[in-house]
């Protein structure tokens, strides 16, 4: 108990609880499994023990950069063996929402991101612009220039972009602004992440804010804490939410999603939230459990 609110630490009895009561864990990556290309200490016996246990395991996260099928080589570079069915990415989640909202194939895509959106978008048949290449254009700004954008143009999807420049926050505006009914979908708003093994880095919500801010418009959101994509893991698997757990290091997206979608909720302090920032008095968001990482798990289970 801190500053009066519940934050109990997962104990053996309450591992060993959670555990005989879930048929699945939802994990988050980025600062879960690992941290830029570095692989979180404990991860592969975690998960191997859960498997042994007859756990569903699935990977749902926020980054964008990647596809399910990059994902599940990234999985595989790290010595973890993880189907692309077992993925669940906002890039996906962006274009399985304009496939069930029927957007029309005559409509193109610009995307404010990387190759993860661009796959996924071409996967389920869109026809997509921007992207990288864009990362290399520049804009002149003299007297009488006008910018030119492709008025076929039906959805713009704002994502974690490491080439976002000027010319991208143009392209995007204008097609919102000016090209009728055009969507405006952010893959997430997280502020931050861990893009390397040392360093949080700015996240999907600065893109999205920028664009926000030129459109005055709030984007339709995809990734968590949205429960979307929970809608395509319930159709996926034969699960109930209230048998699944998600793990996850941040409060505002994952425990949130957890909670929104009627799950169990365990935080890992291996990323992003801190046990101060956990237990601050101006805190509305707390988990079931919380623990230092997800390799306690094997310890306690095994007390």
């Not at 926050?169 to 893009?195: K, V």
């Not at 979608?261 to 302090?269: A, E, M, S």
């Not at 956990?278 to 390799?295: C, E, G, K, M, R």
């Amino acid at each position: 108990m801190a500053n009066g609110l519940p934050n109990p630490l997962l104990t053996a009895d309450a591992a060993r609880s959670l555990v005989d009561s879930v048929d699945a864990f939802l994990f988050d990556c980025d600062g879960v499994i690992w941290k830029g290309d570095q692989l979180i200490e404990g991860v592969p016996e975690t998960l191997d023990l859960l498997r042994k246990m007859g756990k569903k395991l699935v990977f749902v996260t926020n980054n964008s950069r990647k596809s399910r099928r990059q994902y599940s080589k990234k999985f595989r570079a790290l010595g973890l063996e993880v189907t692309e069915e077992e993925i669940f990415t906002s890039s996906f989640a962006a274009a399985m929402f304009l496939k069930l909202n029927n957007f029309s194939p005559e409509k193109k895509v610009y995307v404010v991101g990387e190759d993860g959106i661009l796959e996924e978008l071409r996967l389920a048949g869109f026809e997509c612009l921007g992207g990288p290449e864009d990362g290399k254009k520049n804009i002149l700004l003299e007297a009488n220039f006008y910018f030119e954008h492709d008025k076929s143009v039906g959805a713009v999807i704002v994502g974690l972009d490491q080439y976002f420049n000027y010319y991208k926050m143009q392209y995007a505006s204008l097609c919102i602004r000016e090209n009728p009914g055009c969507l405006f979908i952010a893959t997430n708003r997280d502020p931050t992440g861990h893009m390397t093994s040392v360093q949080e880095w700015p996240g999907a919500g600065t893109m999205v804010a920028a664009v926000s801010c030129s459109v005055q418009k709030e984007p339709i959101v995809v990734g968590k804490p949205s429960s979307f994509l929970m809608d395509f893991l319930l159709k996926s698997f034969n699960l109930e939410t209230s048998r699944m757990c998600m793990v996850g290091d941040r409060l505002d997206t994952d425990i949130l999603f957890g909670q929104n979608t009627g799950c169990k909720t365990l935080l890992v302090l291996s990323g992003v939230t801190t046990l101060p920032e956990l237990q601050d008095a101006s805190n509305t968001i707390h988990p079931d459990l919380y623990t230092n990482s997800v390799y306690d798990l094997v310890g306690l289970l095994q007390q």
